[in-house]
């Protein structure tokens, strides 16, 4: 479902899939060849959510922000990049996702915490707020620690994961 908040209504490029499952609401944008798959809420009702092209959002996600208030001036949107992978039972908020990176399954990531290109966290991880994971890593645990470099092989993952996902929402769409 896609809904207005407010009179402000979400934009997605024309190449982009959203399940009917899935809501998408309010202050959003969606880049070229997006997908948000079954059961993902992408609620941009209090800031601003911008995800780029080719991002793959999975089931079961749930991607937020935080408003401006007396606690959090200017409160915190959500970014993220070109080419990510967001796992299944992924929460995101007020966060930035840099390009290429990937969040893996039933993690959280909290406000003004930002996730590099290249970056790979690792399922059922926790990133505190504010914190920066830096690229060309793999993150673990709860809270979220370097843990080693990214293989070639790793890397080479993160841009096969991003193509797998336009390809299979181009089979959900018909194309």
Not at 115 to 124: F, N, P, T, V, Y
């Amino acid at each position: 479902m896609i809904r207005s908040f407010q009179g402000i209504h979400p934009t997605l490029a024309n190449s982009v899939y959203v399940d009917d499952c899935a809501l998408v609401l309010g202050n959003v944008t969606l880049g070229a060849d997006t997908s948000i798959w079954p059961m993902v809420t992408v609620r941009g009702d209090v800031h601003s959510i911008s995800i780029g092209e080719r991002t793959n959002v999975q089931d079961s996600s749930v991607l937020h922000v935080t408003q401006d208030n007396r606690f959090t001036p200017a409160g915190h949107g959500l970014v993220i990049g070109n080419n990510v992978t967001i796992g299944h039972r992924v929460i995101l908020h007020g966060c930035t996702v840099e390009d290429f990176a990937l969040v893996g399954m039933g993690s959280i990531v909290l406000d003004g915490a930002v996730i590099k290109s290249r970056a790979m966290l690792a399922a059922g991880s926790l990133v505190s707020p504010g914190k920066v994971l830096e690229s060309g890593y793999l993150w673990l645990g709860r809270p979220a620690k370097q843990v080693r470099p990214l293989t070639t092989a790793e890397l080479d993952y993160l841009e096969y994961s991003a193509q797998h996902y336009v390809d299979l929402k181009n089979k959900h769409l018909g194309s």
